[in-house]
């Protein structure tokens, strides 16, 4: 069987670069830059089933649930953000010039899904264009977490790993209920 090879790439539609992160409660509100940090993963994870009488020719098949995650790692720390993005599981104060992060037996457990926008943008030729990821409903899959480093490593920076997974928004419409991504395609 002959092998088939392309002899260019359309640079137009490669996925670059990384993304400016932030976080706001739902996808048509101001969103918060969470600071700097990178993109690592973007999945749509769908649970299939199938279901078959013993007398039916052919299985039923379909989608059981449907979710996407987003994982990304955070280089700073500011309590405040944190605080929006663990959507009640954690809470912070700021007084004066210090942070504070309290988390453990919070009266209402309940956490607050929050809408994540993730946007590149670079340029091609002379033209910006952006990549854009929102999920609209997502929730942390764990609290804040971070290895630490000796100071005197040559990398000291601590990074925190945050892991969020979204699920259905049923408030819109079916077919636009996990997540978006626009794509600028560029013809220059």
Known sequence: MALYQNSTVNDEKLILG???????????????????????????????????????PDPIEGVATEVCKLDFEMI????????????????????????????????????TPKAYRCTNTRMQGTTTVENIIIVYRATPDTGPKFSLKSDNDTDPIAVMPLSVTGKLDTGRSAGDQLYSITYDVYEG
Do not use: C, R, W
């Not at 954690?90 to 453990?104: C, W």
């Open 76 to 111: 700073e720390y500011d309590s405040s953000v944190l605080s929006v993005i663990h959507g009640g599981l954690i809470t912070s104060t700021t007084i004066s010039s210090v942070q504070t992060i309290n988390a453990g037996g919070n009266s209402d457990p309940t956490i």
């Open 18 to 56: 990384n993304y400016k992160i932030e976080v706001a409660a739902t996808a048509l509100a101001t969103y918060t830059n969470i600071g700097a940090g990178i993109l690592t993963s973007f999945s749509h994870e769908p649970t299939m089933y199938d279901a078959q009488a013993g007398n039916a």
